[in-house]
């Protein structure tokens, strides 16, 4: 079978699916949800949040399959991304782009593909939504924009991971910051300023402290 083509943008591509860090993170139960919602909204048994990696595609979440990723040639997923378009295959056994397929010729026997890209703002196609079946059927136009819909859900998950892992790094590096002024601050005062006043004032300084570390320990967890 044929080396599958990539995308014009692919180190870019691969570029930004680094940047969202989501590659190999434990199960998400946001993400459970939209590929099970998709799998009854059209009926299949089969429905993938995928993303493709360097030389794999690696699947956030899969309803109706156990694995938890595919070799990126010949993934289906690999073709699907060249496209901003949804992708669809009504019969994978009669379709030119899929009959060397292993899961086509295969005991899996897929039959039906239908994919939304997961884009990126700055139009990188990073993965998809996929729905599958082991039956041809047709999709109709609607159902093709409510799979795409539903795709640009997925993008509104991760965006809102990425920017809330963002807030956090930068909130970190602000009470580092905060952390070494007081230190700073500490020295100067051990060094000067009456006993009393000195001794309330390093009281405020560590409360302060002990504050941030408080905060810091909050982020961490989170």
């Known amino acids: 079978m044929?080396?599958?083509q990539k995308p014009a943008n692919?180190?870019?591509r691969v570029e930004e699916l680094k940047r969202y860090n989501i590659l190999?993170?434990?199960p998400d139960g946001s993400f459970d949800r939209i590929t099970r919602l998709a799998s009854t909204l059209f009926d299949v048994p089969i429905a993938i949040i995928s993303l493709v990696d360097t030389d794999r595609i690696w699947f956030k979440s899969a309803h109706g399959l156990s694995v938890n990723q595919i070799n990126r040639d010949p993934g289906l997923c690999a073709s699907a991304i060249l496209s901003n378009e949804v992708y669809v295959v009504d019969n994978a056994a009669a379709d030119p782009r899929t009959l060397a397929n292993?899961?086509?010729a295969g005991d899996f026997g897929l039959r039906f593909y239908a994919a939304a890209p997961l884009q990126t703002e700055k139009q990188c196609n990073l993965g998809t939504?996929?729905?599958i079946d082991r039956s041809p059927r047709k999709?109709?136009?609607?159902?093709?924009?409510i799979l795409k819909e539903l795709a640009e859900i997925v993008m509104d998950e991760m965006e809102l991971r990425l920017a809330l892992r963002n807030t956090v790094i930068n909130v970190k590096k602000l009470t580092l910051d905060i952390s070494d002024h007081l230190d700073d601050t500490i020295n100067e005062v051990e060094k000067t300023g009456a006993a009393d006043q000195k001794q309330k004032m390093l009281e405020y300084l560590d409360a302060s402290k002990a504050f941030l570390k408080h905060v810091e320990q909050q982020l961490n967890l989170a």
């Open 139 to 145: 999709m109709t136009d609607k159902e093709q924009k």
């Open 24 to 26: 190999d993170t434990p």
């Open 10 to 12: 692919e180190e870019k």
């Open 129 to 131: 939504l996929c729905i």
């Open 102 to 104: 292993p899961l086509v």
């Open 2 to 4: 044929p080396t599958l």
